[in-house]
């Protein structure tokens, strides 16, 4: 059973135009919440994160929203760019040692010139 | 500064092979991961170090073990590989806690 879900595998979008990207999760225990971007044949880096005590967190170009009672976050990145195609994946992670990451399958995000 | 390092960046195994995946970090973290990725699917966590001496199961722990050699390094071992066991592979490290995780480029194991 998929606790964090990612249902769209691709998206892509016009350079200037917005990226929405979305997440879904089952496990209400899940408190921490994190967006990785990965290039192909490399490790994923951190984008972004948001606790759950928030539900809006900002850094430069991406946003991240969450909406607990719905059980929803997405990442919002303004403008694209052409360097923003990627994959982005979603992780979640509840109180508990060493922080285990549960992840989404991912949103291949190709950003159109 | 390496951050993450991972040995071999690939590998080829027969099933019944004998392998193990080095990961070292230089950041003076306290956690360590393993992950592994397959096609469609997320990354899933296979064993996790909080701090040096100390190892878990995480999510799909069968067919793996490791070794937290020191506080640098974490290794995964596959006593008898098998076909399904074909995966990109991830080592990541962290300060603990909230901090984020940093990961390594992933070795590539097939597994024939």
């Known amino acids: 059973d998929q606790q964090v879900k990612q249902n769209s595998p691709s998206l892509s979008v016009q350079e200037g135009r917005i990226s929405i990207l979305n997440c879904d999760y089952t496990n209400s225990m899940f408190d921490y919440f994190l967006w990785y971007k990965k290039y192909p044949a490399e490790g994923p880096t951190f984008l972004i994160s948001i606790s759950s005590i928030k539900d809006k967190n900002e850094d430069g170009r991406f946003t991240v929203f969450l909406n607990k009672s719905a059980k929803h976050l997405s990442l919002h990145i303004v403008p694209s760019q052409p360097g923003d195609s990627a994959v982005y994946f979603c992780a979640a992670s509840r109180s508990g040692s060493a922080r285990q990451l549960t992840f989404g399958s991912g949103t291949q995000l190709t950003v159109l010139p | 500064n390496a951050g993450v390092t991972q040995t071999p960046k690939f590998q080829v195994l027969k099933t019944g092979q004998s392998m193990t995946l080095q990961c070292a970090q230089d950041m003076n973290h306290n956690s360590m991961y393993w992950y592994r990725q397959d096609p469609g699917m997320g990354l899933r966590l296979i064993y996790y170090?909080?701090?040096?001496?100390?190892?878990d199961k995480g999510e799909v722990p069968n067919g793996y073990n490791v070794s937290r050699l020191n506080k640098r390094e974490f290794s995964l071992r596959l006593e008898s590989a098998a076909p399904s066991q074909t995966s990109v592979y991830f080592c990541a490290s962290s300060r603990g806690g909230l901090e984020t995780q940093y990961f390594g480029p992933g070795t590539r194991l097939l597994v024939l």
């Open positions: 170090s909080a701090s040096e001496g100390t190892t």
